[in-house]
């Protein structure tokens, strides 16, 4: 189960990627259960994404609210 902050941080990186902060707390428990990667792009920055399963979360988060 995700907390509010962590759902909060889900579709900050599936609306808005370039806009997380790499720092934050959330990002750790996100990643631990694999809804989100780091990817590095060609610029040879990093930005967060969805993995297959944290788009599927959302999904299902928003189909029972």
Do not use: C, Y
């Not at 962590?6 to 694999?34: G, I, S």
């Not at 780091?38 to 610029?43: F, H, N, T, Y």
């Not at 993995?51 to 979360?57: L, P």
Request: proline share 3%.
């Amino acid at each position: 189960m995700l907390s509010p902050h962590e759902f909060a941080t889900l579709l900050l990186v599936k609306d808005a990627p370039n806009q997380v902060d790499m720092d934050r707390e959330e990002l750790d428990a996100l990643l631990e259960q694999q809804l989100v990667q780091l990817e590095r792009m060609g610029s040879g920055h990093q930005q967060w994404r969805l993995t297959e399963s944290g788009d599927s979360a959302i999904r299902a988060i928003k189909r029972f609210s």
